[in-house]
T-cell receptor, first 109, second 116 residues
Framework: KQEVTQIPAALSVPEGENLVLNCSFTDSAIYNLQWFRQDPGKGLTSLLLIQSSQREQTSGRLNASLDKSSGRSTLYIAASQPGDSATYLCAVDDYKLSFGAGTTVTVRA | GAVVSQHPSWVICKSGTSVKIECRSLDFQATTMFWYRQFPKQSLMLMATSNEGSKATYEQGVEKDKFLINHASLTLSTLTVTSAHPEDSSFYIC????????????FGPGTRLTVL
């Protein structure tokens, strides 16, 4: 059974600082890995999807890397803003999506 | 493209009643749809996978007679919570996969169910 772990569980940084969110998974036989953002009481917003054959994806200030062999992915958010405050979820697709518990980010103005 | 809607966005019902939640793919055909539930401050747990025109596949521990899933068309799946009880109160989220795609799931905005 796939286990997905996200560290840290919570993070508080001053505005402008770069964010580093970590995700690890136990079974490397995956199709892809996705990073999502979830605001309180809301659904999921897809941020980045990395196919198993890729090593990274970038969108604006966001960059996600994937190291399948070691079962790790990292989401980098550059120059954080208060609007980046949310919970970030990592999900691994190995015929079904398995989610981590998330990292709750607070960016202080 | 790839917009998924859910209706209603929130519902409050009395214990013992049944509640139906709809999940629609608005601008694409979805051969497969998924239903998740999320408890407060916890992550999403897959409940079941539904394919158009066939019976849903339920995850271990999910009662199929309690959570009825119907995937009647390529754009609509419904989840009915039968004889709801307070412990069924949760955030229910659906997702859909395109008929031709890369396995990516597109998520709806979720439905907050509160059972009194």
């Amino acid at each position: 059974k796939q286990e997905v772990t996200q560290i840290p569980a919570a993070l508080s940084v001053p505005e402008g600082e770069n964010l580093v969110l970590n995700c690890s998974f136990t079974d490397s036989a995956i199709y892809n890995l996705q990073w999502f953002r979830q605001d309180p009481g809301k659904g999921l917003t897809s941020l980045l999807l990395i196919q198993s054959s890729q090593r990274e994806q970038t969108s604006g200030r966001l960059n996600a890397s994937l190291d399948k062999s070691s079962g790790r992915s990292t989401l980098y958010i550059a120059a954080s803003q208060p609007g980046d405050s949310a919970t970030y979820l990592c999900a691994v697709d190995d015929y079904k999506l398995s989610f981590g518990a998330g990292t709750t980010v607070t960016v202080r103005a | 493209g790839a917009v998924v809607s859910q209706h209603p966005s929130w519902v409050i019902c009395k214990s013992g009643t049944s509640v139906k939640i709809e999940c629609r793919s608005l601008d694409f055909q979805a051969t497969t749809m998924f239903w998740y539930r999320q408890f407060p401050k916890q992550s999403l747990m897959l409940m079941a996978t539904s394919n158009e025109g066939s019976k849903a596949t339920y995850e271990q521990g999910v009662e199929k007679d309690k959570f009825l899933i119907n995937h009647a068309s390529l754009t609509l799946s419904t989840l009915t919570v039968t004889s709801a009880h307070p412990e069924d109160s949760s955030f229910y989220i659906c997702s859909a996969q395109k008929r031709e795609g890369n396995n990516e799931q597109f998520f709806g905005p979720g439905t907050r169910l509160t059972v009194l």
